[in-house]
T-cell receptor
Framework: QKEVEQDPGPLSVPEGAIVSLNCTYSNSAFQYFMWYRQYSRKGPELLMYTYSSGNKEDGRFTAQVDKSSKYISLFIRDSQPSDSATYLCAMSPASKIIFGSGTRLSIRP | DSGVTQTPKHLITATGQRVTLRCSPRSGDLSVYWYQQSLDQGLQFLIQYYNGEERAKGNILERFSAQQFPDLHSELNLSSLELGDSALYFC?????????????FGQGTRLTVV
């Protein structure tokens, strides 16, 4: 079993929809949780960063961490075609970062 | 543009060969990370260097090695290449040695082993 599980998709939604992306994990030592966005033929870029449980909002993006359920989510409001990318969750127990396999998201105009 | 430069962008080589991938970190960043991204394994952490010293090791094969030079650029050496080594190799850099500091990724080197 992988330490971090992420549905690879692809996920296709119409423009303007709310998108929900999720990851589950097994290691209770994880304290730092991140979401990266990766456009085709590019390197990943950090989108959101949270420490421990709770919510964090940044514009149209909200990251949610539920440590009791070992479940993290990224919500994208008012989705745009420019949000079409692969989204990778990542988490760290402090010594190294472990990435999920990524969810491919497509926003239909 | 993240400020991290990787060369070459593409590399095609034969099995059994050795290649060197190069990474120049963002100006002022002391840490360099190497990652391998393949379709079946996702993004895998290989190794981290901080200010010239090895800081953390991930799933790096013994056939692979890396180093960080005094000018802070880094090289990843892959030897005795196998078909399964075909992947995207990313370098990332960050300001500190803490893995939870924001890291900036280069555009990657696509390695194809034939």
């Amino acid at each position: 079993q992988k330490e971090v599980e992420q549905d690879p998709g692809p996920l296709s939604v119409p423009e303007g929809a709310i998108v929900s992306l999720n990851c589950t994990y097994s290691n209770s030592a994880f304290q730092y949780f991140m979401w990266y966005r990766q456009y085709s033929r590019k390197g990943p870029e950090l989108l959101m960063y949270t420490y421990s449980s709770g919510n964090k909002e940044d514009g149209r993006f909200t990251a949610q961490v539920d440590k009791s359920s070992k479940y993290i989510s990224l919500f994208i409001r008012d989705s745009q075609p420019s949000d079409s990318a692969t989204y990778l969750c990542a988490m760290s127990p402090a010594s190294k970062i472990i990435f999920g396999s990524g969810t491919r998201l497509s926003i239909r105009p | 543009d993240s400020g991290v430069t990787q060369t070459p962008k593409h590399l095609i080589t034969a099995t059994g060969q050795r290649v060197t991938l190069r990474c120049s970190p963002r100006s002022g960043d002391l840490s360099v990370y190497w990652y391998q991204q393949s379709l079946d394994q996702g993004l895998q952490f290989l190794i981290q260097y901080y200010n010239g010293e090895e800081r953390a090791k991930g799933n790096i094969l013994e056939r692979f090695s890396a180093q960080q030079f005094p000018d802070l650029h880094s090289e990843l050496n892959l030897s005795s290449l196998e078909l399964g080594d075909s992947a995207l190799y990313f370098c990332a850099s960050s300001a500190t040695g803490d893995v939870n500091t924001e890291a900036f990724f280069g555009q990657g080197t696509r390695l194809t082993v034939v």
